[in-house]
Antibody
Framework: EVQLVESGGGLVQPGGSLRLSCAASGFTFSDHYMDWVRQAPGKGLEWVGRIRKRANSYTTEYAASVKGRFTISRDDSQNSLYLQMYSLETEDTAVYYC??????????????WGQGTLVTVSS | DIQMTQSPSSLSASVGDRVTITCRASQSISNYLNWFQQKPGKAPKLLIYAASSLQSGVPSRFSGSGSGTDFTLTISSLQPEDFATYYCQQSYTTPYTFGQGTKLEIK
């Protein structure tokens, strides 16, 4: 059974940093791109960024709203995905989901999601 | 960025009804369109990918169609467990973007 379990959320002051983790199991983690998606309280979904797999040099992409402040990394030996967040702003308050990316031909989609971890940025 | 616009934003319907939700992209995205269902306090669940391909395990009452800029999600006969919020998402190019959501409520 595919499982994604996020951790590391909590309360942080504006300007602070936080590192989220996502532990994966039930599939070959190293074969998949992985994404982060967030959802502000009562709002819709916002894609945060993605990390590709080793065969694609672990390249990353980010939403403009987090580029330069957030860094996505992975450790395939630990089946883990990370989101390092710096210079946090109140607008970053959200539930953060990790999601498994899958490809069917040219079509990319998030087929499994974690339960999410809440990040609250407030003084 | 590609803007995704869903309509309606909310919808009241009854068990057994046929329901259609539409999603419009600000530019052509071919059929790089996914649909998700989200229930309160839960993670989104993939229903449809590539505009019309049903994800494994999803009931056949869900279907998707469209190409270019206009897409639809149809639920052929609403069941009690279908009352949720639905999101479309384009996977044509990054940054991936979602519609604002359609909340499907019980009439």
């Amino acid at each position: 059974e595919v499982q994604l379990v996020e951790s590391g959320g909590g309360l942080v002051q504006p300007g602070g940093s936080l590192r989220l983790s996502c532990a994966a199991s039930g599939f070959t983690f190293s074969d998949h791109y992985m994404d982060w998606v967030r959802q502000a309280p009562g709002k819709g979904l916002e894609w945060v960024g993605r990390i590709r797999k080793r065969a694609n040099s672990y390249t990353t992409e980010y939403a403009a709203s987090v580029k330069g402040r957030f860094t996505i990394s992975r450790d395939d030996s630990q089946n883990s995905l990370y989101l390092q967040m710096y210079s946090l702003e109140t607008e970053d308050t959200a539930v953060y989901y990790c999601a498994r990316g899958s490809l069917s031909g040219r079509y990319y989609y998030f087929d499994y999601w974690g339960q999410g971890t809440l990040v609250t940025v407030s003084s | 960025d590609i803007q995704m616009t869903q309509s309606p934003s909310s919808l009241s319907a009854s068990v057994g009804d046929r329901v259609t939700i539409t999603c419009r992209a600000s530019q052509s995205i071919s059929n790089y369109l996914n649909w998700f269902q989200q229930k309160p306090g839960k993670a989104p669940k993939l229903l449809i990918y590539a505009a019309s391909s049903l994800q494994s395990g999803v009931p056949s009452r869900f279907s998707g169609s469209g190409s270019g800029t206009d897409f639809t999600l149809t639920i052929s006969s609403l069941q009690p467990e279908d009352f949720a919020t639905y999101y479309c998402q384009q996977s044509y190019t990054t940054p991936y973007t979602f519609g604002q959501g359609t909340k499907l409520e019980i009439k």
